[in-house]
């Protein structure tokens, strides 16, 4: 009987030492696992890309630092044709300005249900802010020059509503019109959100993310020649994020061709 009972706390003891092994392995394999990742914005004010990275803190927090290139639209921007002329193209009546924002801020990710498999899905939510800096480059229209009666030429102008027929805008000029007019601003901007990783691979990262952000400018942002233009932009957003895990533990599995590659890691 004592021989079984000290057979029996051996075995336990053991088994204990075993998963408790386990869990600690598993914590260390986590702890280690850093994250690159891109991601396409889809903004109800814009679209654009980003880069992220992020650098663990504990088994359910990591650190973020990302960088943000998007666009920035006014609800009123409605694209149209001259209906009297056959135009090379569409363009935006009454817009002054292509409104682009470069964002690079810090925040913090937090897992709230970890992913029970590979096939299954990771819950987090994130936070994010820092600087952002407003390009603003003005838009320039070709507009229709009467010459005589019958004849026309064609001359590029900024939009000025007060003498501008719109049926007289032939389109809208080459992009880089007036691209060393281009004004900046800087401000801040916050966002936030719900990440959903779904990847079946151990070391790619695949994931959807839905939030609300806002910049924030000490003065409006001259969009368009109507009222309206503002200074803080609150909008929605989905994005899609892809990237891999970083292991400093296995450099060569670290390249970013992983995110192609169909073989599991």
Do not use: W
Not at 26 to 40: P, V
Not at 186 to 193: F, H, N, R, T, V
Request: charged share 25%; with cysteine.
């Amino acid at each position: 009987m004592k021989k079984l009972l000290i057979i029996a706390v051996v075995f336990i003891c053991g088994v204990d030492s075993v998963y408790g092994q386990g869990e600690l392995n598993e914590e260390q394999k986590i702890f280690f696992r850093n994250e690159k990742t891109f991601a396409i914005l889809l903004n109800t004010d814009g679209y654009g890309l980003s880069y992220r990275e992020g650098k663990r803190i504990n088994f359910l927090n990591k650190k973020l630092f990302e960088i943000e290139v998007v666009t920035l639209k006014d609800p009123k921007e409605v694209k149209i044709s001259n209906p009297y002329i056959d135009t090379p193209g569409s363009f935006v009546f009454g817009k002054l300005n292509s409104v682009f924002l470069l964002r690079g801020g810090i925040g913090r990710q937090h897992e709230v249900y970890k992913k029970a498999d590979q096939g299954g899905v990771a819950i987090r939510y994130f936070y994010t802010g820092g600087l952002v800096i407003s390009f603003a480059k003005p838009i320039y229209y070709k507009i229709l020059d009467p010459i005589n009666q019958y004849e026309y030429q064609i001359k590029e102008e900024k939009f000025d509503i007060k003498t501008l027929d719109p049926s007289m805008i032939y389109g809208k000029s080459s992009f880089f019109k007036g691209i060393n007019e281009t004004k900046l601003l800087p401000g801040i901007y916050a966002k936030g959100g719900f990440n959903f990783e779904y990847s079946k691979q151990d070391k790619i990262i695949h994931a959807i993310e839905l939030g609300a952000q806002i910049n924030l400018f000490p003065k409006d942002i001259p969009i368009m020649a109507t009222t309206g233009n503002k200074a803080i932009f609150f909008s929605l957003f989905a994005s899609y994020r892809f990237g891999i895990i970083i292991d400093p533990h296995n450099p060569d599995s670290n390249k970013l061709s992983n995110i192609f590659s169909k073989k599991k890691q």
